[in-house]
T-cell receptor, first 118, second 113 residues
Framework: SAVISQKPSRDICQRGTSLTIQCQVDSQVTMMFWYRQQPGQSLTLIAT?????????ESGFVIDKFPISRPNLTFSTLTVSNMSPEDSSIYLC????FGTGGMNTEAFFGQGTRLTVV | GNSVTQMEGPVTLSEEAFLTINCTYTATGYPSLFWYVQYPGEGLQLLLK?????DKGSNKGFEATYRKETTSFHLEKGSVQVSDSAVYFC????????????FGQGTRLTINP
């Protein structure tokens, strides 16, 4: 199983600033995913990050607002740019592990970054 | 598009009570279905899953059956414990494996001794 370290675990930021969230995995993975969980709501996929190519964003999310880096197979960053109070959420990193023989896929999640924008 | 609707919480039960958390979904094709759990202070972790109709996923005494005719994947446990207190998320993936999960809103469960 994959172990994911995400940091910071929480932060309080001023509006108009940017925050970069780091996600480190203890094994090499092809795809990494970034989710957002707004207060009282479900998790929503922001983008899929592949090593060596640009991230693929879901509807409603754009690269200028949420730039993503994926420099290698164990690491990714998500930046929340020009923050406003509406960006206050929990941001989670996720990877897919194919398990033994590639037949038993499972998604693993970091503990999340709780962001508050004031 | 695909969506997941979960029973609204919070849910509070006494120890040894029977638990049901309802989950229904809307999807094209044949999605895989999951239940994830988030214990206090911890990250999301997979509780159980089912990849085709009539499959039953089970783990830690929890069960859920993939019902295509009712588009449901209700989570059940016969006798809950205080340690089951957590937030439970129903999710689906319309791709092979666990990619691009669509989540329900989560149900907070509290078990009182």
């Amino acid at each position: 199983s994959a172990v994911i370290s995400q940091k910071p675990s929480r932060d309080i930021c001023q509006r108009g600033t940017s925050l970069t969230i780091q996600c480190q995995v203890d094994s090499q993975v092809t795809m990494m995913f970034w989710y957002r969980q707004q207060p009282g709501q479900s998790l929503t996929l922001i983008a899929t990050a592949n090593q060596g190519s640009e991230a693929t964003y879901e509807s409603g999310f754009v690269i200028d607002k949420f730039p993503i880096s994926r420099p290698n197979l164990t690491f990714s960053t998500l930046t929340v740019s020009n923050m406003s109070p509406e960006d206050s959420s929990i941001y989670l990193c996720s990877v897919e592990d194919f398990g033994t023989g590639g037949m038993n896929t499972e998604a693993f999640f970091g503990q999340g970054t709780r962001l508050t924008v004031v | 598009g695909n969506s997941v609707t979960q029973m609204e919480g919070p849910v509070t039960l006494s120890e040894e009570a029977f638990l049901t958390i309802n989950c229904t979904y809307t999807a094209t094709g044949y999605p895989s279905l999951f239940w994830y759990v988030q214990y206090p202070g911890e990250g999301l972790q997979l509780l159980l899953k089912a990849t085709k109709a009539d499959d039953k996923g089970s783990n830690k005494g929890f069960e859920a059956t993939y019902r295509k005719e009712t588009t449901s994947f209700h989570l059940e446990k016969g006798s809950v414990q205080v340690s089951d207190s957590a937030v439970y998320f129903c999710a689906l993936s319309d791709q092979q494996g666990a990619q691009k999960l669509v989540f329900g809103q989560g149900t907070r469960l509290t078990i009182n001794p």
